[in-house]
């Protein structure tokens, strides 16, 4: 199996994605709160979006903890490139922001709330309770409005990919090769599409950024 998957352009490709990761994965509580968006407390600019040193370095602790937590060793630390992609990635997540703001896609309250009420950190024996969501929001110094504003552009975010990434579909190659597999098939499909859509939203994003005024003080984060 191995040397089929190796064989294959496509599944190098998912290979090495594989590998790397993604940073942009929901830190739920991420100390979130008022920003300081002083001049010189600004590391990037979208159009009129701000990027704060402060949000950076928040999202960059996160990402460097979750990425030791999957017992990354130093050497894959080193490749990742934490800094320059956590920079990328909130760039890439404002430039989506604004074309979902241009598109007119939103999130309505049933959503969010949906959402909040299913996450189970905020259930009391497997049922949604307000205390627990205030009480769990409060321990990690965070404001019910911040966590909820958070988890809008949260799922702003993900209805602009999905919407991307709709017309993604396996060739005709790449169902063969899964046909030579053995054993189930389904999941190992679905992480293929996956990472197609990612791709696919990532080419999206690129499209976008060289058509927005987009300022980076890298000296900030050096």
């Known amino acids: 199996m191995l040397e089929i998957m190796r064989s294959h352009k496509f599944f190098s490709v998912f290979l090495l994605s594989a590998i790397t990761g993604v940073i942009i994965v929901t830190f739920v509580f991420w100390g979130i709160g008022t920003q300081d968006q002083q001049v010189d407390s600004v590391l990037a600019e979208v159009e009129k979006e701000k990027i704060t040193q402060e949000e950076y370095w928040r999202v960059f602790d996160n990402a460097e903890k979750y990425y030791r937590e999957q017992n990354k060793t130093e050497e894959e630390m080193k490749r990742l490139n934490l800094k320059e992609k956590v920079l990328n990635d909130l760039i890439d997540s404002k430039v989506l922001m604004i074309a979902a703001g241009k598109m007119k896609i939103k999130v309505s ?3 969010l709330q949906q959402e909040i009420m299913s996450n189970p950190s905020f259930q009391k024996n497997g049922v949604f309770d307000k205390n627990v969501y205030l009480r769990t929001l ?4 965070t404001a019910p409005a911040a966590y909820e504003s958070s988890m809008m552009r949260e799922l702003t975010l993900n209805k602009m990919q999905m919407l991307i990434g709709e017309t993604a579909e396996l060739s005709q ?26 791709l696919m939203t990532k080419a999206y994003v690129a499209g976008l950024k060289r058509q927005m005024n987009i300022k980076i003080n890298k000296d900030m984060i050096n």
């Open 109 to 111: 309250e049933e959503e």
């Open 138 to 141: 409060d321990f990690n110094r």
């Open 173 to 198: 190659d790449e169902i063969k090769v899964l046909d030579a597999l053995q054993g189930e098939k389904t999941q190992l499909a679905n992480a293929f599409l996956s990472m197609k859509r990612e």
